[in-house]
């Protein structure tokens, strides 16, 4: 049986990933709780801020991997979620809105040689990546892409797929609220077969058990990639804690909430919690392992297949 590979860890057990004083030692320390509590591998994500701010961050991750063989069988890379993504309300989710920004393949190779090749999978918005050059861009260095905390029409996305978007990130959230009923962005997503791969988070928190479980059954077993989004609240229990700067508070209810608890902020499901709320919407114990083990490492695998010189 493969392990577990979350694609979007944000932070686990007190540790924000894209914390200042991030080293080796800490993150390693993560990576054994991580392992005891159950878990596999997981690709550290840092989420929107300033470029030079992203870089300082993505890179103090690179160090971490490079000094330490341990947490390199831990942390199977780098998942880079924004900037370029949708400022609007909603749409921009728990991200700054003031940093989210309109790709491009410069701005790209930056945070790329800011990760020392440990950069596998970007979350952007398509329809902030003009003629799709960033998509095409990372598609080329093997790089999973997904869309993300965006808006795009059906026949734009259908486009970016065709430039290499292959995947989207946690489907159902980093959207707004209220939503047109006939044609938002859930829909198109769910219309668009030529995305081969659709995360989702899986904590019974973001998206209902019912939604959840009927987006399983829509997306089939080959296309759906459940995710944790869990950041540094994750395992810990009430409390107040820290996501790429930004305040996450912790209550009663086990929901990782904005300050003032207008929108969620990350998750802080652990893998047992993720295989629990899968179990209670009927998934079995070899359909859980191809959501969590199987489909991720396909995800990334075929990125890399897919890479060429630009």
């Known amino acids: 049986m493969a392990a577990p590979l979350d694609l979007q860890l944000n932070g686990y057990r007190g540790l924000d990933f894209g914390a200042e004083d991030l080293n080796p030692e800490r993150l390693a320390g993560i990576c054994r709780a991580y392992r005891t509590d159950g878990g596999g591998r997981f690709l550290a994500t840092v989420i929107t801020d300033s470029l030079p701010l992203l870089e300082r961050r993505i890179g103090a991750l690179a160090d971490c991997l490079a000094a330490d063989a341990a947490i390199r069988d831990t942390v199977a890379g780098i998942h880079v979620e924004g900037p370029f993504i949708r400022a609007e309300r909603g749409f921009v989710g728990a991200h700054p809105p003031e940093h989210a920004c309109e790709a491009s393949p410069a701005a790209m190779e ?3 040689d800011a990760g020392r090749g440990h950069v596998r999978m970007v979350t952007l918005a398509p329809e902030r990546d003009p003629g799709f050059r960033t998509i095409s861009f990372l598609a080329g260095r093997g790089v999973l892409v997904a869309g993300g905390h965006c808006d795009p029409s059906l026949e734009l996305l259908r486009e970016s797929c065709a430039a290499g978007l292959s995947c989207f990130t946690h489907l159902g959230n980093g959207c707004p609220h209220l939503l047109p009923r006939h044609d938002n962005i859930l829909h198109r997503v769910l219309a668009c077969e030529e995305l081969p791969f659709v995360t989702l988070i899986a904590d019974g928190v973001h998206l209902p058990p019912f939604l959840l479980g009927a987006m399983l059954r829509w997306l089939g077993p080959d296309r759906a990639i459940v995710v944790s989004d869990a950041t540094a609240a994750a395992g810990m229990g009430m ?3 820290q996501l790429g700067g930004q305040t996450v508070v912790v209550g009663e209810d086990g929901a990782a909430w904005s300050a003032d608890r ?14 629990r709320v899968l179990a209670a919407v009927g998934q079995s114990n070899a359909a859980i392992d191809r959501l969590i083990a199987i489909n991720p490492i396909r995800a990334l695998a075929a990125a890399a297949r897919s890479s060429h010189t630009p």
């Open 110 to 112: 930056r945070l790329l």
């Open 239 to 241: 409390g107040t804690f």
């Open 262 to 275: 207008t929108h969620l902020v990350g998750s802080t499901a652990t893998l047992a919690q993720l295989r």
